[in-house]
């Protein structure tokens, strides 16, 4: 069983930054990817950033120059650093990671979400 844990939400200014983390942890064999996704009330889920086994990025346009994505393999954590915040990243964000347990087939998992709130 794979749990995900996420931390480092919360309530913050316009122009403030927040970073978020999160560690995998249970019987996961191979992560081939983790990343961020977020759901702002009444749009759907979208990819906020990822990170591949290789260590190439992908940014959603709107958090590029913004948004750093960055991945500890020994730990089994990604890490998100938001800065220049606006009120448009306000969002419940979803830790995502592609991988696999040991004789299992390829999975996405999911965090329980944490939010973030940009408003002054």
């Known amino acids: 069983q794979v749990q995900l844990v996420e931390s480092g939400g919360g309530l913050v200014q316009p122009g403030g930054s927040l970073r978020l983390s999160c560690a995998a942890s249970?019987?996961?064999?191979?992560?081939?990817?983790m990343g961020w996704y977020r759901q702002a009330p009444g749009k759907q889920r979208e990819l906020v950033a990822n990170?591949?086994?290789?260590?190439?990025?992908k940014y959603a346009d709107s958090v590029k120059g913004r948004f750093t994505i960055s991945r500890d393999n020994a730990k089994n954590t990604v890490y998100l650093q938001m800065n220049s915040l606006k009120p448009e990243d306000t969002a419940v964000y979803y830790c995502?990671?592609?991988?696999?347990?040991?004789?299992?087939?390829?999975?996405?998992?999911w965090g329980q979400g944490t939010q973030v709130t940009v408003s002054s």
């Open positions: 990170i591949i086994s290789g260590g190439s990025t």
């Open positions: 995502n990671v592609d991988g696999r347990e040991v004789g299992g087939a390829r999975v996405d998992y």
């Open positions: 249970g019987s996961i064999f191979i992560v081939y990817a």
